[in-house]
């Protein structure tokens, strides 16, 4: 049964960082591409960054410069590092694993 559990949300201030972790079981991690995805109230969910098998990565208009995707494979685990936050990035932050399988979702609040 493949689980995905996110960490690492929490409450920081505009020009603050974060990093998300989603760690992964059951599965053959390497195997697969990752996203991450985040849904903010009363919006659609909505694509922040992928990362293939190889390691190519792609990332929303709004987050390049700021977000950087990552994997360890031999922690099968993904992360997603969050440098000059904005307000706007306030949201659940979910990952996937194929648009089959995702995790439970880590609120991250953006606020002064």
């Known amino acids: 049964q493949v689980q995905l559990v996110e960490s690492g949300g929490g409450l920081v201030q505009p020009g603050g960082s974060l990093r998300l972790s989603c760690a992964a079981s059951?599965?053959?991690?390497?195997?697969?591409?990752m996203r991450w995805y985040r849904q903010a109230p009363g919006k659609e969910r909505e694509l922040v960054a992928g990362?293939?098998?190889?390691?190519?990565?792609s990332y929303a208009d709004s987050v390049k410069g700021r977000f950087t995707i990552s994997r360890d494979n031999t922690k099968n685990t993904m992360y997603l590092q969050m440098n000059r936050l904005k307000p706007e990035d306030t949201a659940v932050y979910y990952c996937?694993?194929?648009?089959?399988?995702w995790g439970q979702g880590t609120q991250v609040t953006v606020s002064s």
């Open positions: 990362i293939g098998r190889g390691g190519t990565t």
């Open positions: 996937t694993m194929g648009m089959v399988y």
């Open positions: 059951g599965t053959i991690f390497s195997d697969n591409s």
